[in-house]
């Protein structure tokens, strides 16, 4: 199947709205941008573009683990926070939008 960038995000976006997340076009447009190394502009100014197999099947893995309920930051491996972008991995508790309101 051939796959180009506005048919995965449509894809994508299908398939995290049925298991329930509460933004899956964003989502779904951080995941693709990250695993094509894009900003989220230039999947609308390339949105014709073909992806590869290899972006796909990284992509396909993407979305099966946000699907899971991994956390977008987790996925990207990164979260901005106070204006600042913190690396994050699995033994980092990822700053959440909350805490900005606390400090």
Do not use: Y
Not at 17 to 22: E, N, R
Not at 50 to 79: C, D, M, T, W, Y
């Amino acid at each position: 199947m051939v796959a180009n960038i506005s048919s995965f995000l449509n894809w994508s976006q299908n398939q995290l709205a049925d298991a329930g997340v509460l933004s899956p076009r964003l989502d779904s447009e951080i995941i693709l941008a990250h695993t094509l190394n894009l900003s989220r502009t230039d999947l609308w100014t390339q949105d014709k573009r073909v992806l590869s197999e290899s972006e796909k099947q990284i992509a396909k893995k993407n979305v099966e683990r946000r699907l899971n309920r991994e956390p977008i930051s987790l996925i990207v491996g990164h979260q901005e926070f106070w204006s600042l972008d913190f690396v994050v991995d699995e033994n980092v508790l990822a700053p959440r939008p909350e805490t900005e309101l606390v400090i």
